[in-house]
């Protein structure tokens, strides 16, 4: 019962929690003594979390691209770098494309890992060592590896979905005359997921910073932005820095509202 009244009070406090989380993270961020800006409003962002949101599940996830979709034009459209406006330009068609491929992904890799286990032999020996497993700590072990593999095959179409969005969205975004340009690798970004798993695995948790930077490096190498003209046209816009609640409160729950 209290899991249930903490996810309520969750779900209603979403909308607030994006709005402030992304307005605290752009408003202190800045390029060339100009800083970033976001004017989304919380009516909009529920919309979008908690009405297109609570259809995912009723729509056995067809509405997920949609859904991405919007939450990705919320986030841009309404992002600006002083007082000039980020324009979205992004295509719906393009993100069920990326979805419905990932899903064969998906699939395949599913089947091959499936056909692999069987013919490893390694089900039969869980099976028969399951008994003496169940008694001791070794079980623990062999679930933490079951959920490793899990991920490492899953790792193949989560990173071609956020890899292929990613370029869609910041392809297809503008400032001004200016263009910004993603070329993240589906196979470098697995790579990487897979890589870092192991490492954190092996490390018991202590690489996972290092993990993050990793990523966080790779992302920033592979995004450019095609200046047309002088950047040092845009103007500063003077607003006051807002609270960091929202963002102090995604941190807690692990929640990121980034690209």
Not at 7 to 12: D, E, K, Q
Not at 54 to 65: D, E, N, Q
Not at 114 to 137: C, D, E, M, N
Not at 189 to 207: H, K, P, S
Request: proline share 3%.
């Amino acid at each position: 019962l209290v899991s249930l009244v903490f996810a309520l009070l969750f779900v209603i406090a979403l909308p607030f929690i994006v709005v402030q989380s992304r307005r605290f993270q752009l408003r202190v961020s800045s390029w060339r003594n100009v800083r970033f800006g976001f004017d989304g409003g919380y009516g909009e962002a529920a919309r979008i979390y908690l009405g297109i949101g609570m259809l995912v599940p009723l729509s056995l996830g067809l509405i997920i691209p949609y859904f991405e979709y919007l939450k990705q034009s919320f986030f841009i459209r309404n992002s600006r770098y002083g007082n000039t406006p980020f324009r979205f330009e992004a295509r719906l068609g393009r993100f069920y494309v990326i979805f419905l491929i990932a899903l064969a992904l998906m699939m395949a890799v599913g089947v091959l890992a499936a056909v692999a286990f069987a013919y490893s032999g390694l089900g039969t020996w869980i099976s028969k060592a399951l008994p003496q497993l169940a008694r001791s700590h070794w079980l623990i072990l062999l679930v933490l590896l079951f959920y490793a593999f899990a991920f490492a095959v899953l790792s193949i179409p989560l990173a071609y979905v956020n890899s292929r969005v990613t370029n869609e969205c910041l392809n297809h975004t503008l400032l001004g005359s200016n263009r910004l340009q993603s070329r993240l690798s589906a196979r470098h970004l697995a790579g990487l997921y897979i890589g870092n798993l192991v490492l954190v695995v092996l490390t018991l948790g202590l690489y996972a910073p290092w993990a993050k930077i990793r990523l966080l490096r790779y992302r920033l190498e592979s995004t450019a932005v095609l200046a047309d003209g002088q950047l040092a046209e845009f103007t500063q816009a003077a607003a006051p820095v807002p609270s960091a609640t929202g963002e102090e409160l995604g941190d807690l729950l692990d929640v990121d509202f980034g690209f």
